[in-house]
């Protein structure tokens, strides 16, 4: 590769990354609990986009592409663990809001009451598709990137997210924890 390529390539990476830092961090986050396993697939990450920049094609954004190879990183570094693999949410308003659907703010604030190891809990009984879909609405994508990151149809991923949303809702409503 000449010179004047890799200057370029480094610069694309460079803002690439600069574009996507959050966003990769946060994937990071979901799939490992640890600071050094996030900081490790974080690092992976960065290694895997280096190596495939030249190729993308621009068939999608890039951040899907960014996600994809940020999602694929982190369930090959679950490796072993993928049946056990944990998801790492925030207790955030929003989080909370989106998983639960919940629009107004007052429901989130009863529901702050609750021990948020429960909703964790459940999330964390889900498939592990379930769990990447979880975690990619939590980032608030589209169903669109959703489907184009994990390789089914747009209203699968609607429905899939529909259901996954309503198994949690029925759970933590049994639990007694989530307000109507």
Not at 79 to 102: A, Y
């Amino acid at each position: 590769m000449k010179k004047s390529q890799m200057l370029l390539k480094e610069q694309k990476f460079k803002q690439v990354i600069e574009q996507n830092r959050e966003r990769i961090q946060r994937i990071c986050r979901y799939y490992a609990p640890r600071d050094e396993d996030q900081k490790d697939i974080y690092q992976e990450v960065l290694i895997n986009i280096w190596k495939s920049l030249e190729s993308f094609r621009g068939d999608s954004a890039i951040s899907t592409w960014i996600y994809r190879i940020t999602v694929n990183t982190s369930l090959s570094f679950t490796g072993k663990e993928l049946q056990r693999l944990r998801l790492n949410v925030s207790s955030d308003d929003v989080s909370l809001r989106n998983i639960l659907d919940r629009e107004s703010d007052e429901p989130v604030a009863q529901e702050r009451e609750f021990r948020f190891g429960e909703l964790e809990s459940a999330l964390n009984q889900l498939s592990v598709i379930d769990k990447l879909l979880i975690s990619l609405m939590l980032e608030k994508l589209s169903s669109r990137e959703i489907a184009d990151i994990v390789g089914i149809t747009e209203p699968n991923v609607r429905v899939k997210i529909h259901r996954i949303k309503e198994t949690l809702r029925n759970q933590l409503n049994r639990l007694g924890h989530a307000g109507e």
